[in-house]
């Protein structure tokens, strides 16, 4: 019923640039908070940066300054601008939305399948 696409992952020098985006489909009523989590072999997912419906933002330390979180309501997308990549920002890059779909109207998460960034020293 909703569906979850990411989109912008690849390979990028150290320094590079990339940015990422996720797109949401299916019956969709609203989207509330929207957030990027990564995850690396061997570590836990975490939060990288998050946005709630208002605009309110929150990144992680590790990201502050070069990331930038952004969404586009109008195309129920959410976008992760990331400037001077490090070779530790490698992971597998995942969007989460909370979303009221049209069924039942009640709110849950939806996660997409993930896209690789890789960055080479």
């Known amino acids: 019923q909703v569906q979850l696409v990411e989109s912008g992952g690849g390979l990028v020098q150290a320094g590079g640039s990339l940015r990422l985006s996720c797109v949401a489909s299916g019956r969709i009523f609203t989207i509330n908070n929207e957030g990027w989590y990564r995850q690396a072999p061997g570590n836990q997912r975490e939060l990288v940066a998050a946005?709630?419906?208002?605009?309110?933002?929150n990144y992680a330390d590790s990201v502050k300054g070069r990331f930038t979180i952004s969404r586009d309501s109008a195309k129920n997308t959410v976008y992760l601008q990331m400037n001077s990549l490090k070779p530790e920002d490698a992971a597998v890059y995942y969007c989460?939305?909370?979303?009221?779909?049209?069924?039942?109207?009640?709110?849950?998460?939806?996660w997409g399948k993930g896209t690789l960034v890789t960055v080479s020293s």
């Open positions: 989460k939305m909370t979303i009221r779909n049209l069924l039942d109207y009640v709110a849950m998460d939806y």
């Open positions: 946005i709630t419906s208002g605009g309110s933002t």
